[in-house]
């Protein structure tokens, strides 16, 4: 549905490469996830980032 900005899929990527454990396929669980390992104050950028690494967690690809 759209082009990520390059921001959101650098974000993501580096989560999944240090935290990929951390992650599974449910939106809200990695929401969550994202809120406690990182800092994002930007409640709209947290979660474009958990849904960008929802969707790379569901389809296997990293």
């Given at each position: 549905m759209g082009?990520?900005?390059t921001y959101i899929k650098a974000i993501g990527l580096e989560l999944?490469?240090?935290h990929g454990s951390r992650f599974s396929n449910n939106f809200d669980e990695n929401k969550?996830?994202?809120t406690e390992i990182t800092n994002i104050d930007s409640k709209r950028v947290r979660?474009?980032?958990a849904?960008?690494?929802?969707?790379?967690?569901?389809?296997g690809r990293r």
């Open positions: 082009i990520k900005p999944l490469d240090h969550q996830t994202i979660n474009r980032v849904g960008f690494v929802t969707r790379k967690v569901n389809t």
